[in-house]
C-alpha cells in the first residue's frame, strides 16, 4: 500500500524525482493500479447509445412528445406511442436526492430523486410557473424500460423547495453523494454518473445563454442538446464544450511518498493532487510539468499516462509524474 505524505519542495527531493528509472515507472504502475471502472462520474447507463432519429426514445423525437406532453390536459391520455418520461431537478448545480435504509444495512444508501413529468408539471403549476419544453434537457433513454429523462434547472423556482422537502427530498452536495457512494453498487455508481453529466449539461445552458458571436440571446435546439444564436443574420450553433485538466500524482524515487497539495477553504486533513488546465498548444506532459512547477516548484522527470475521467465540465488526463 502506498503511504501517502507530503514531499517537501527541497533540491534534493527534485534530484530525486528527476533520476527515476523507467523500471521504478512500470513498477509504480503494478503498485498503484486502478480499477478503471471506478472512476468517478464514469459508467453512465443512459449514453451508451444514441437511439436512430425516428426512435420513439431519441431526442428529437422524445422532444416532440415531449411538447405535445405539455400541452395537452392532463385529464386526457398521453400520445400514443409515448415513452414515459423522468425529471430530475437541479438547484445551484445540486441534483436532487432522497436516502433510504434497507434490510439490516446500518448506512442509509441515497438515490436520485426522478419525478415523473406530470408531477413536474404539477409542482411549477402550484409555484404560478409554466412548465416548458424549453427548460428541460435530454439525457439519455433505458429502451428497456422505455423511460426517457430529462434535467431542469430550478434554481429560480424556490417555491419548489417547501414541497420537495415535505417528500423527503433534497438537493445534495455531488462531492457529497460522490463521498456516500458504494463502489460495489453498480446502480449507484450509474446514478452518480447521470448526475454530473446532467449538471455539466446544465450548467453549459447557463454559461451559453448568449451567442459569443454577436450578442444576441440564444435558444435551446436538439432537446437541449445544442444551441443556436436567434438573430437570423447569424444563427450560429454552439455545443456544450468541455474544457481539458491534467490531474497528477507526483512520486518520489522509492515510491513510498507522494506530493499533495491543499488550499485554505478545505476542511482539516483534506489534501489533493496536483492539478491545471491545460493551454492551447500543450501537450499533456507539459501541462503536467508546467503546474507542477507553478504550484511547488518541483521540476518532475517522465510523466506518463495512466487514464482519463469526466467531471461535470472538464475532462480529467490522469497522470502519474516522477
Not at 445551484?92 to 438515490?111: M, Q
Request: proline content about 7%.
Amino acid at each position: 500500500m502506498l503511504s501517502l505524505s507530503l514531499l517537501l519542495s527541497s533540491p534534493s527531493s527534485s534530484l530525486k524525482i528527476l533520476t527515476l528509472t523507467k523500471r521504478t515507472i512500470f513498477s509504480s504502475l503494478t503498485t498503484m493500479s486502478i480499477n478503471l471502472n471506478s472512476h468517478v462520474f464514469t459508467g453512465n447507463p443512459l449514453r451508451s447509445k444514441t437511439p436512430k432519429p425516428h426512435d420513439p426514445l431519441s431526442p428529437s423525437s422524445a422532444f416532440e412528445s415531449l411538447k405535445a406532453l405539455l400541452l395537452q390536459n392532463p385529464e386526457n391520455p398521453p400520445p400514443p406511442k409515448s415513452p414515459l418520461f423522468k425529471v430530475l431537478p437541479f438547484r445551484k448545480g445540486r441534483p436532487l436526492a432522497s436516502s433510504s435504509v434497507t434490510g439490516d444495512d446500518v448506512v442509509s444508501s441515497w438515490y436520485l430523486a426522478w419525478i415523473s413529468l406530470a408531477d413536474c408539471k404539477g409542482l411549477f403549476g402550484k409555484c404560478g410557473v409554466q412548465l416548458t419544453e424549453r427548460s428541460l434537457v435530454y439525457l439519455g433513454s433505458r429502451a428497456e424500460e422505455d423511460v426517457v429523462y430529462w434535467a431542469i434547472d430550478v434554481s429560480e423556482e424556490g417555491g419548489l423547495v417547501p414541497e420537495l422537502s415535505r417528500r423527503q427530498f433534497c438537493f445534495v452536495e455531488l462531492r457529497t453523494l460522490m463521498v456516500a457512494t458504494d463502489w460495489a453498487d453498480s446502480l449507484a455508481v450509474g446514478a452518480l454518473a447521470i448526475a454530473g453529466h446532467a449538471r455539466a449539461l446544465l450548467e453549459w445552458h447557463n454559461l451559453s445563454r448568449f451567442c459569443g458571436h454577436c450578442g444576441e440571446k440564444t435558444v435551446p435546439k436538439e432537446a437541449g442538446r445544442r444551441k443556436q444564436c436567434s438573430n437570423e443574420l447569424c444563427k450560429k450553433s454552439i455545443y456544450p464544450r468541455v474544457d481539458p485538466v491534467v490531474i497528477m500524482l507526483v512520486i518520489d524515487r522509492e515510491n513510498d511518498r507522494a506530493l499533495l497539495s491543499r488550499q485554505s477553504r478545505f476542511v482539516p486533513r483534506m489534501w489533493t493532487c496536483l492539478a491545471g488546465f491545460i493551454e492551447p498548444g500543450e501537450s499533456l506532459e507539459e501541462a503536467v510539468r508546467r503546474e507542477t512547477y507553478e504550484e511547488t516548484g518541483i521540476e518532475v522527470g517522465e510523466v506518463v499516462y495512466h487514464s482519463s475521467q469526466p467531471w461535470p465540465g472538464i475532462i480529467l488526463q490522469d497522470c502519474l509524474d516522477i
